[in-house]
């Protein structure tokens, strides 16, 4: 809630801000009017004097309008001088300063007014992208109807706790991730995934913060809620994204640091060299460095914003800015070139055992867990009316197995090499069983309780639709793919022949942290890395990589903290299409900095020669500007 809140108090104080200078850029722009009238026509006597100074009717037109527009430019210069921070905003109060020592109150008042109408025309034409990530923190809801008693009353978010009955009724947004406990309907989670689908909801399915109900209404038992929800972290990465600075708009920051004593030396030559003083004052105009500071911030918010419409949530611009450089990508294979949705395909009880005294014992030791594999276990065992209460010490061994005692009973699940570490032997009958399992590409559990195999588990995968198209699509852009999986080398060698990965590119059977060590390696052969997981298991080497993609993670909320990149909407699809935005933001950040460059260097020469006045570079220096946002601003329309 509080992540929710803070943004949107930010945006709200942008508008305050925006609706402020709206106010003020207007009355200053009736008293330059004035101003003008009075010189031009009227042409109005002194209406006193200061030190025998004349002050006249324009004169005071004209000041009271800088009040409004140049005071503040000039007050932010000195905050930031006095901060030591180098401010954009110098060279134009000095050339306002200097405008008006030299009594050009008009040519001041003009200027500041200028400057200050191209910052409103700058906000209202990058404003599309804010109002698209503002519309994200918006959907975070501040009240939920909660059953106290026998009633279903409104009680402020802050105040649900974990196993309140929540009610959902039709178009309301969903304020809590839970479960559903009764009722049915459709659930729009575009906001969370880019799929404009709504999506069936049952007793017992998952809802999520965010998403808004739409048929019928549901009675939905809390689970998390506010920052702990999926929503509440995917507000925080927008926050958080939009507030990090990338590679790009650093070298900005440290380019301005001494442009600005430069443009300073040359505004001094130019005096020196022609004795006119507007020359320089123009100079000092046109060479604000705003549309350079522009380049980079514009480009990265419209890329988040077109990403996050689209389920594709990015933790920064930095990692939009390294998708030109990646040159290989990493996939891991349950769960993301495989649909991850396991299932138990057949049973092989050894010893004397029947398939479901073997899918019991099983289902007991996975009783705790959250894998995929033992979600396929348990969902196996609850088909067939089995009892998978347990109540003992469960040890979970990444990558390998599982581990559990129950009532001094011990029972292991897990691969050839689990049981061998933890000193079991195989039997032959054992391994023939799991050659027949490798054949037909599936992929063998061994179960053994006390020191004795019992059985085995062929848990089966399926290969997602868009993974052959994907796999190829990287090939073409990126070149190289590989695939690591920490299954055995004759399941993921069936999956790579199916997807179209070359077999000597597939490193399989190996641990969470020899996959960080394998990308470690890339690495430090000079090699830019995208990994691509689901988030099981996948957390070291999500942050190992130049890029760490997790997929479709609504449920595990985790790999929100450990992928740079989450795509929300459940498959590969949107893959090609990040590393597409990241390479077309890095390209229109390219293009806006040699245009800024370009273009403020061309002016400046221009004043030096005395063709541009102080107000025609005013209004030059906001062309060049809203030249930038509006280059930006087509990533919001971004075609892949």
Same mark, same amino acid.
């Given at each position: 809630?509080?992540?929710?809140?803070?943004?949107?108090?930010?945006?709200?104080?942008?508008?305050?801000?925006?609706?402020?200078?709206?106010?003020?850029?207007?009355?200053?722009?009736?008293?330059?009017?004035?101003?003008?009238?009075?010189?031009?026509?009227?042409?109005?006597?002194?209406?006193?004097?200061?030190?025998?100074?004349?002050?006249?009717?324009?004169?005071?037109?004209?000041?009271?309008?800088?009040?409004?527009?140049?005071?503040?430019?000039?007050?932010?210069?000195?905050?930031?001088?006095?901060?030591?921070?180098?401010?954009?905003?110098?060279?134009?109060?000095?050339?306002?300063?200097?405008?008006?020592?030299?009594?050009?109150?008009?040519?001041?008042?003009?200027?500041?007014?200028?400057?200050?109408?191209?910052?409103?025309?700058?906000?209202?034409?990058?404003?599309?992208?804010?109002?698209?990530?503002?519309?994200?923190?918006?959907?975070?809801?501040?009240?939920?109807?909660?059953?106290?008693?026998?009633?279903?009353?409104? %009680?402020?978010?802050?105040?649900?706790?974990?196993?309140?009955? $929540? &009610? #959902?009724?039709? /178009?309301? *947004?969903?304020?809590?991730? +839970?479960?559903?406990?009764?009722?049915?309907?459709?659930?729009?989670?575009?906001?969370?995934?880019?799929?404009?689908?709504?999506?069936?909801?049952?007793?017992?399915?998952?809802?999520?913060?965010?998403?808004?109900?739409?048929?019928?209404?549901?009675?939905?038992?809390?689970?998390?809620?506010?920052?702990?929800?999926?929503?509440?972290?995917?507000?925080?990465?927008?926050?958080?994204?939009?507030?990090?600075?990338?590679?790009?708009?650093?070298? %900005?920051?440290?380019?301005?640091?001494?442009?600005?004593?430069? $443009? &300073? #030396?040359?505004? /001094?030559? *130019?005096?020196?060299?022609? +004795?006119?003083?507007?020359?320089?004052?123009?100079?000092?105009?046109?060479?604000?460095?705003?549309?350079?500071?522009?380049?980079?911030?514009?480009?990265?918010?419209?890329?988040?914003?077109?990403?996050?419409?689209?389920?594709?949530?990015?933790?920064?611009?930095?990692?939009?800015?390294?998708?030109?450089?990646?040159?290989?990508?990493?996939?891991?294979?349950?769960?993301?070139?495989?649909?991850?949705?396991?299932?138990?395909?057949?049973?092989?009880?050894?010893?004397?055992?029947?398939?479901?005294?073997?899918?019991? &014992?099983?289902?007991?030791?996975?009783?705790?867990?959250?894998?995929?594999?033992?979600?396929?276990?348990?969902?196996?065992?609850?088909?067939?009316?089995?009892?998978?209460?347990?109540?003992?010490?469960?040890?979970?061994?990444?990558?390998?197995?599982?581990?559990?005692?129950?009532?001094?009973?011990?029972?292991?699940?897990?691969?050839?090499?689990?049981?061998?570490?933890?000193?079991?032997?195989?039997?032959?009958?054992?391994?023939?069983?799991?050659?027949?399992?490798?054949?037909?590409?599936?992929?063998?559990?061994?179960?053994?309780?006390?020191?004795?195999?019992?059985?085995?588990?062929?848990?089966?995968?399926?290969?997602?639709?868009?993974?052959?198209?994907?796999?190829?699509?990287?090939?073409?852009?990126?070149?190289?793919?590989?695939?690591?999986?920490?299954?055995?080398?004759?399941?993921?060698?069936?999956?790579?022949?199916?997807?179209?990965?070359?077999?000597?590119?597939?490193?399989?059977?190996?641990?969470?942290?020899?996959?960080?060590?394998?990308?470690?390696?890339?690495?430090?052969?000079?090699?830019?890395?995208?990994?691509?997981?689901?988030?099981?298991?996948?957390?070291?080497?999500?942050?190992?990589?130049?890029?760490?993609?997790?997929?479709?993670?609504?449920?595990?909320?985790?790999?929100?903290?450990?992928?740079?990149?989450?795509?929300?909407?459940?498959?590969?699809?949107?893959?090609?299409?990040?590393?597409?935005?990241?390479?077309?933001?890095?390209?229109?950040?390219?293009?806006?900095?040699?245009?800024?460059?370009?273009?403020?260097?061309?002016?400046?020469?221009?004043?030096?020669?005395?063709?541009?006045?102080?107000?025609?570079?005013?209004?030059?220096?906001?062309?060049?500007?809203?030249?930038?946002?509006?280059?930006?601003?087509?990533?919001?329309?971004?075609?892949?």
């Amino acid at each position: 809630m509080e992540i929710k809140m803070a943004m949107t108090e930010r945006f709200r104080d942008v508008r305050k801000g925006l609706g402020r200078e709206i106010v003020l850029a207007s009355v200053a722009g009736v008293l330059i009017v004035l101003s003008l009238l009075f010189e031009h026509l009227f042409h109005l006597s002194p209406v006193f004097f200061v030190a025998t100074y004349p002050i006249t009717p324009q004169m005071v037109a004209a000041l009271l309008s800088l009040s409004f527009t140049g005071a503040p430019i000039i007050w932010g210069s000195i905050k930031g001088l006095l901060r030591r921070e180098t401010n954009v905003d110098e060279l134009v109060s000095l050339a306002i300063i200097g405008a008006v020592i030299l009594g050009e109150y008009n040519a001041a008042a003009i200027v500041a007014f200028i400057m200050v109408l191209g910052s409103l025309l700058e906000e209202h034409a990058s404003g599309r992208s804010r109002r698209d990530i503002e519309a994200i923190a918006a959907k975070h809801p501040t009240h939920a109807f909660v059953l106290r008693g026998t009633q279903f009353v409104a %009680v402020p978010l802050e105040q649900v706790v974990v196993g309140d009955r $929540v &009610l #959902v009724r039709p /178009g309301d *947004i969903v304020p809590v991730d +839970g479960r559903v406990e009764l009722g049915e309907s459709r659930v729009d989670e575009s906001s969370l995934t880019g799929e404009s689908i709504p999506v069936d909801k049952v007793t017992g399915d998952a809802v999520y913060t965010g998403t808004t109900n739409q048929d019928g209404a549901l009675q939905v038992v809390a689970l998390k809620m506010g920052e702990d929800s999926t929503y509440g972290k995917i507000v925080h990465l927008i926050k958080e994204a939009e507030d990090q600075r990338v590679p790009a708009r650093r070298i %900005v920051d440290q380019f301005v640091r001494w442009y600005t004593p430069a $443009v &300073l #030396v040359i505004a /001094g030559v *130019i005096w020196l060299a022609t +004795g006119d003083i507007f020359r320089p004052i123009t100079i000092l105009v046109v060479a604000c460095p705003c549309a350079l500071v522009l380049a980079t911030p514009s480009a990265v918010l419209s890329a988040l914003a077109y990403a996050a419409r689209r389920g594709i949530l990015i933790k920064g611009g930095r990692f939009l800015e390294a998708c030109s450089d990646v040159d290989i990508v990493a996939l891991d294979k349950t769960g993301t070139l495989t649909t991850g949705q396991l299932i138990v395909k057949e049973v092989f009880p050894l010893k004397g055992n029947g398939e479901v005294d073997i899918l019991a &014992l099983a289902a007991k030791a996975e009783a705790g867990s959250e894998h995929p594999i033992a979600k396929a276990i348990l969902n196996a065992a609850l088909a067939h009316g089995l009892d998978v209460s347990f109540n003992g010490q469960i040890q979970t061994h990444p990558g390998l197995g599982i581990k559990g005692v129950d009532a001094d009973q011990h029972v292991a699940v897990g691969s050839q090499r689990f049981l061998e570490r933890i000193g079991l032997s195989i039997p032959e009958e054992a391994k023939s069983a799991e050659a027949a399992i490798f054949a037909s590409g599936k992929t063998p559990l061994f179960v053994a309780r006390g020191k004795e195999v019992v059985g085995l588990v062929s848990i089966e995968d399926h290969i997602r639709p868009e993974s052959c198209k994907v796999v190829k699509q990287l090939q073409e852009e990126i070149g190289r793919v590989v695939m690591l999986s920490g299954d055995s080398g004759e399941v993921a060698q069936v999956v790579a022949r199916q997807c179209g990965i070359p077999f000597h590119t597939v490193s399989a059977e190996l641990l969470p942290d020899q996959k960080q060590e394998y990308l470690r390696n890339l690495q430090n052969e000079g090699r830019h890395v995208c990994y691509v997981g689901d988030g099981t298991n996948d957390g070291p080497a999500l942050a190992q990589a130049d890029i760490g993609v997790s997929i479709g993670t609504r449920e595990d909320t985790i790999a929100l903290d450990t992928a740079h990149v989450v795509l929300m909407q459940q498959g590969l699809e949107n893959l090609s299409l990040f590393l597409a935005l990241g390479r077309r933001t890095e390209r229109t950040i390219n293009i806006n900095l040699i245009f800024a460059i370009s273009f403020g260097f061309t002016m400046m020469a221009l004043a030096a020669t005395g063709i541009l006045t102080p107000i025609l570079g005013a209004i030059s220096h906001n062309i060049g500007s809203l030249m930038v946002i509006l280059n930006s601003a087509r990533l919001i329309k971004f075609k892949f």
